[in-house]
Every structure is written in structure tokens, then in C-alpha cells.
């Protein structure tokens, strides 16, 4: 399929005339939302009757959860508003997965590979070379590609109708934290996500039989012009033991993410004892493995003490599938020791973007993910991977 979005230029600039208007109906501040349950509403530390809870942990937000039953046994500002890095690829395979089979062919054109953004993680997609959406979806989930990223999107119909439907699945998700600018998850303005955002987009993929194997996959041969490949390794350090981090027992995945803007983000995926727990960790203090670490000792606290802890919230389950719809309140939740709770759009880095209803909200999708993506943008980076003895970026 070939790019098929219809945007000129005059309707591009159209559209973008339009986003400050469609914005300004928009809900300016974010809400603090019972999306899962009040608790998870609120600031600070939410866990009860657990013991043990990993000490020191420098993470701006994170987040326990059980797979199959949905309880959160513990978070940390679950529904603060930071940006996602590369995690945010996990929605776009639960918008973009399904669309395509494994087999399907498709001869990259230079238009695909014109938006991406300039410092992005590239998996080595060139024009004129046919791949196998098979080899584009390892290009996204063990590299990180935003190459391939991007041509998949153009498959998809554009940048800008995947963008448009990323976010009509999140909202039918319930994952309502979530504002998409762009489908690889780059530094864009107003590009923000969730500890619990990203829990749910983990939980629903894992549903996905190809999603599941893409996330576990550690190596694969990927094209590199006629009959020659070169070999990918998976950047999820749990999973390979890759800069001298120890793999994790029964790791299944997900994704993790790296920008100048978000630091590291990472949803990881675990099962031991018939179990499986999901964990998300956003923004942790400390660079390199830190973003590891600290996931996987929720994960053992999760395997371990957590045993007696008692739900403090849920992931709910998508509209499309009878999930009960919280509708948000305005009246500030009180965090622990009945301190305020912080509002959800602090340390973000951008403005606060509400969901924006209606034709108005559509344009506003449509323009932002369009023109975002067409002007490239160079003050945000990600680092070259295995480049000068640094962490390969996601």
C-alpha cells in the first residue's frame, strides 16, 4: 500500500491554521483522573499491605501490575504526564500490527523515509530495497527503527491517519494521559504518556501473538541490498544481558525508549510461577542501566513480597470490549499523608494537551502529527547507538 493520506501542502498549512483554534476548546489543564481507580489519581507512593517495596527509587513515575487479572499492586504517580521516548511504539504496533501480513512485501521509496526526524534511532531501512513487513516489525521492535517506523506508517495510509488512529486507540484504551504527535515516539511538543498509558499499551499487545514474538525476539537478519543482511540485536538489556546488565528470568519484553527530552523509559514484561507482572519505569535519575535496574526490582518485589499486597487500582479493559468508562474529575486528589495531590501535568516539558473532541480534534491530530513530522526536529536527539562506548539509543 502506498501512501495514501492526501495531504497537499495548502491542506497541510490548512490544517495547521486550524490546530491553535482546535486547541483552545480543549481542556487546558489536565485533569486528575479515576481512569483504574482514585488511588492511582494521586501523588507519591500508592501501595497497601505491601512490605518491601524497593528503596531509592529515582524513577519521576512507575508502575506494578498483574497481566492477567489487571490489579496494580503499587505505583508511583501512575497518571503523571511525561514523554514516552520510544515506548510509545507500542501503540503504534497495537494500531498498525494487525493491518499487515507477515509475508507482504513493500519497495521503500525515498518519500517513505522523508519525515523522519532528524537524530532519530535508525534500523538501516534504504529506498529501493523490498522488505518483508516481517523485517520492518523487527526493525521496530528490537532497533527501534524509526526508519521503519515510518514506512510502515506511509503503508498505513500517512503519518497523519496513523497518528489519528494511535489516538483513537488510546481513547478507546482509556488510556486518556496519552497525546500522540507522532507514531515512533520522538520528542515532539505536547507528545506526553503515562506509567499507566504505557502498562495498558504493553497489556494489550502482549494479547497479539506477533506482538508477544517480536518483543522476545533477542536477533534477526535484516536486508542489506541483494542478498547480503547484517545482524539486529534487540535493545531491551533485560532480555539480552547486553552492557553488562544480567538478563532477567523469564523476561518476555516489551520496549524500552531513550531521548535528550524523556531519558529512559521502559515497559518490561515477566512471568515466573505461572505468573506474569508488567512494570513500567519513567524518567529514573541515573542514565545507562538505571532504567533496568530499577524495573527489575519491582519485578522481584513483585515476584516476591508482593504476595499479600492488596490492589490499589486496575488497568481497565478497552471500551470496544465492555470496559466501563471513568469519566475524570477536576477536584484534586489528596496523595499520601493528605498532601495535594501534584498537578498531572508537572514536568512535562510542554504544555498540557487534552483529548480534543469532535471534527475540531481531528483536524488538530491530523495537523499536528502531519507537520510535526514534516518539519524535522533538531533539538531533540537520539544517541547514535553503541557510539563511543555509550548505551545504544532506543
Known amino acids: 500500500m502506498r501512501d495514501s493520506s492526501g495531504l497537499s501542502r495548502r491542506a497541510a498549512l490548512g490544517l495547521a491554521a486550524a490546530v491553535p483554534l482546535a486547541a483552545t476548546t480543549a481542556t487546558t489543564a489536565h485533569a486528575a483522573t479515576t481512569i483504574g481507580g482514585a488511588r492511582l489519581a494521586r501523588a507519591g507512593v500508592q501501595a497497601s499491605r505491601a512490605s518491601g517495596l524497593p528503596k531509592r527509587l529515582t524513577a519521576r513515575a512507575w508502575l506494578v501490575a498483574d497481566h492477567t487479572t489487571g490489579e496494580v499492586l503499587a505505583s508511583y504517580n501512575a497518571h503523571r504526564r511525561l514523554a514516552p521516548a520510544s515506548t510509545l511504539k507500542m501503540l503504534f504496533a497495537d494500531t498498525v500490527l494487525k493491518k499487515f501480513e507477515r509475508t507482504e512485501t513493500y519497495k521503500v521509496t525515498d518519500a517513505d523515509l522523508a519525515d523522519v526526524p532528524a537524530g532519530s534511532s535508525l534500523v538501516g531501512v534504504k529506498p529501493g530495497i523490498t522488505y518483508t513487513v516481517e523485517q520492518l516489525w523487527q526493525g521496530v521492535f528490537l532497533r527501534s527503527g524509526n526508519d521503519a517506523v515510518h514506512v510502515l506508517s506511509h503503508m498505513n495510509g500517512g503519518v497523519a491517519a496513523t497518528v489519528a488512529e494511535m489516538q483513537a486507540l488510546a481513547k478507546d484504551l482509556q488510556a486518556l494521559d496519552t497525546h500522540v504527535v507522532s507514531p515512533d515516539g520522538f520528542?515532539?511538543?505536547?507528545?506526553?504518556?503515562?506509567?499507566?498509558?504505557?502498562?495498558?499499551?504493553?497489556?494489550?499487545?502482549?494479547?497479539?501473538?506477533?506482538?508477544?514474538?517480536?518483543?522476545?525476539?533477542?536477533?534477526a537478519d535484516f536486508p542489506a541490498g541483494g542478498k547480503k543482511t547484517f545482524q539486529i540485536q534487540n535493545t531491551d538489556r533485560l532480555l539480552t544481558g547486553a552492557w553488562g546488565l544480567e538478563t532477567y528470568d523469564g523476561l518476555i519484553g516489551v520496549k524500552n525508549g531513550y531521548t535528550s527530552h524523556a531519558g529512559n523509559t521502559f515497559t518490561g514484561?515477566?512471568?515466573?510461577?505461572?505468573?506474569?507482572?508488567?512494570?513500567?519505569?519513567?524518567?529514573?535519575?541515573?542514565?545507562?542501566?538505571?532504567?533496568?535496574?530499577?524495573?527489575?526490582?519491582?519485578?522481584?518485589?513483585?515476584?516476591?513480597?508482593?504476595?499479600?499486597?492488596?490492589?490499589?487500582?486496575t488497568l481497565v479493559d478497552p471500551l470496544s470490549e465492555g470496559g466501563a468508562s471513568a469519566a475524570p474529575t477536576r477536584k484534586a486528589a489528596k496523595g499520601a499523608g493528605g498532601a495535594p495531590a501534584a498537578d498531572a501535568t508537572a514536568d512535562t516539558g510542554g504544555p498540557s494537551w487534552g483529548l480534543v473532541g469532535g471534527a475540531g480534534g481531528a483536524v488538530a491530530l491530523l495537523a499536528g502529527g502531519a507537520l510535526a513530522l514534516r518539519n524535522r526536529r533538531r533539538g531533540s536527539a537520539e544517541e547514535p547507538a553503541e557510539a563511543e562506548g555509550r548505551s545504544p539509543r532506543r
Request: glycine share 14%.
Open 187 to 219: 520528542d515532539h511538543k505536547g507528545q506526553l504518556s503515562s506509567a499507566y498509558d504505557l502498562t495498558l499499551f504493553a497489556r494489550h499487545g502482549l494479547a497479539s501473538a506477533d506482538f508477544r514474538g517480536y518483543c522476545s525476539t533477542k536477533t
Open 269 to 313: 514484561a515477566a512471568t515466573r510461577g505461572g505468573r506474569t507482572l508488567l512494570v513500567t519505569v519513567m524518567h529514573p535519575k541515573s542514565g545507562g542501566n538505571g532504567v533496568y535496574e530499577e524495573t527489575a526490582r519491582l519485578l522481584d518485589w513483585g515476584f516476591g513480597k508482593a504476595a499479600d499486597a492488596e490492589p490499589v487500582g
